[in-house]
């Protein structure tokens, strides 16, 4: 399931260069994250322009916390395929205003 997850998503880079790339966390997408990490190895430009939307984030867990969603994309997607900080959306989740953080992440 992972690779063939995988081979959607490098359709979809292929197709699209900047293509919007919503990324949850936890067990479910870890193979697709390794898959991806793999066609990187071979492929090293294939996600050269992808936009990357992180989807969930625990409010009040600072992003190094090794709990946060933030490190959890960080260390196993980010990170390994080199996604430039401008090409990343991420939450704040230390904002004192969650509901317009929210809208910032809309927008």
């Known amino acids: 399931m992972s690779r063939r997850a995988a081979a959607r998503v490098v359709a979809a880079a292929t197709a699209k260069s900047d293509f919007l790339l919503c990324t949850p966390t936890g067990h479910?997408?870890?193979g697709l994250y390794e898959e991806l990490i793999r066609e990187r190895g071979k492929n090293p430009?294939?996600?050269?322009?992808v936009r990357v939307v992180k989807l969930?984030?625990?409010l009040?867990?600072?992003p190094g916390?090794?709990?946060s969603c933030e490190h959890?994309?960080?260390s196993r997607l980010v990170g390994p395929l080199a996604i430039a900080a401008e090409r990343y959306l991420s939450f704040d989740s230390e904002t004192k205003?969650?509901?317009r953080e929210?809208?910032?992440i809309s927008a």
């Open 102 to 104: 929210c809208a910032r």
């Open 56 to 58: 969930d984030e625990w």
């Open 28 to 30: 479910s997408p870890a």
């Open 97 to 99: 205003d969650p509901v």
């Open 72 to 74: 959890y994309l960080q």
């Open 60 to 62: 009040g867990v600072p």
């Open 45 to 49: 430009d294939f996600l050269r322009s």
């Open 65 to 67: 916390d090794p709990a």
